[in-house]
């Protein structure tokens, strides 16, 4: 059996990396230079945060072949990598999953990755199974599921018990304004089974930072800028409270938002773009926020009345 499962409290997350070449301008319209970025991989690891995750997905390979470029100046046991199979673009082979895996590993240069991922519920009696052969071959160390919904998770939990291993992770939208998780018991579930509870998109891909607004806007002509764009007005009261807590601690809205998902016993999965994030994930570590303070970001987040739901995501 493998080793339990043990990670940084935030995990970074690269999907922007694979936008659309080097310097971004696609779904997130951010400008990263390989020279940035380097400075991202390089000061993250000496924080102590070497947990990245990607897809084979992101930027249809981009994003791994940069990130397993930067981390090439490192040495493997300085950092761990999670990565994913797509069913959306498996192939017709019998082995769509160890295909898609072998192309991860040569992207990311390395044999092995350290937590691998179904990255969502397809068929899940399908494609879960085709994880035991690449666990049993130490290629991927340990496995989880994503925006896979309580049922889905239990069954793959089911399959992958028959061999001798389990669902070590859950990886699913979750933040203030996108609570469905908690809302079905996913949470829960995941608490009382040792699983551990990863939330991508706590800032909302920068509509919580409180560095955008209507004046402010996010990047014109990106995806995300067509989605959050028309609801920042809706966001501006969540957001000041969100920087009023952080003012008080000597820190940022997007910090307090990332110390609201470590309060709530999940993985924060932040998408990393600046150097100077780094600085700001060891920021939000620090903060601690109250009962009370949770409860009125909570009820201000419901107030947005926003559906930030991925149009990837099914509700759970
Ligand atoms: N499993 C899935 O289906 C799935 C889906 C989505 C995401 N994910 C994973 O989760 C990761 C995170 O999601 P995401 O990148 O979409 O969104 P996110 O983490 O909610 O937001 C990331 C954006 O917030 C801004 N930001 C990041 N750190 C900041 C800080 N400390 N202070 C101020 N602004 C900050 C950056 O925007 P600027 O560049 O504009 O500053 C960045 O692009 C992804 O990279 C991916 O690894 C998984």
Redesign the pocket.
Same mark, same amino acid.
């Given at each position: 059996m493998t080793k339990i499962l043990k990670t940084p409290k935030i995990?970074? $997350?690269?999907?922007?990396?694979g936008d659309n070449g080097q310097t971004?301008n696609g779904y =997130?319209?951010?400008t990263?230079t390989q020279t940035d970025l380097q400075e991202v991989v390089d000061n993250a690891i000496d924080n102590g945060l070497t947990l990245w995750?990607?897809?084979a997905v *992101?930027g249809m390979g981009h994003?791994e072949a940069v990130l397993g470029k930067l981390l090439a100046t490192h040495s493997r046991s300085e950092y761990q990598l999670?990565t994913?199979f797509t069913p959306q673009i498996a192939s017709t082979s019998t082995t769509p999953v160890a295909d898609m895996l072998e192309d991860s590993l040569d992207r990311l240069g390395t044999d092995y990755i350290d937590l691998y991922?179904i990255?969502?519920p397809a068929d899940v009696a399908k494609w879960t199974p085709q994880l035991i052969p690449l666990l049993q071959a130490g290629k991927i160390k340990h496995v989880g599921v994503?925006?896979h919904n309580i049922d889905e998770i239990k069954q793959a939990n089911e399959i992958l018990n028959e061999a001798g291993f389990r669902v070590e992770a859950v990886?699913?939208?979750y933040?203030l304004l996108y609570r469905s998780s908690e809302q079905a018991g996913i949470l829960e579930y995941c608490r009382e089974n040792g699983i551990q509870f =990863?939330a *991508?998109?706590?800032?909302?891909? $920068?509509?919580?930072?409180?560095? *955008?607004n209507p004046e402010n806007p996010?990047?014109a002509g990106s995806d995300?800028a067509a989605i959050y764009n028309p609801i920042l007005p809706e966001l501006a009261t969540l957001t000041a409270e969100l920087g009023k807590i952080g003012n008080s601690q000597g820190a940022?809205?997007?910090?307090v938002a990332?110390a609201w998902a470590i309060a709530k016993g999940t993985t924060?999965?932040? $998408?990393?773009?600046?150097p100077? *994030?780094i600085d700001?994930?060891m920021r939000?570590l620090k903060i601690t926020l109250s009962d009370k303070q949770i409860e009125t970001l909570e009820q201000l987040a419901d107030a947005a009345q926003v559906d930030t739901r $991925?149009g990837?995501?099914h509700p759970m």
């Open positions: 995990a970074l $997350g690269t999907w922007a990396w971004g =997130f319209g951010s990263m995750d990607t897809a *992101y994003s999670s994913k991922w990255h969502n994503s925006n990886q699913n939208h933040s =990863f *991508y998109m706590v800032l909302e891909q $920068g509509a919580l930072t409180g560095k *955008y996010l990047p995300r940022t809205a997007a910090e990332t924060p999965i932040i $998408g990393i773009t600046k100077e *994030y700001s994930e939000a $991925g990837w995501e």
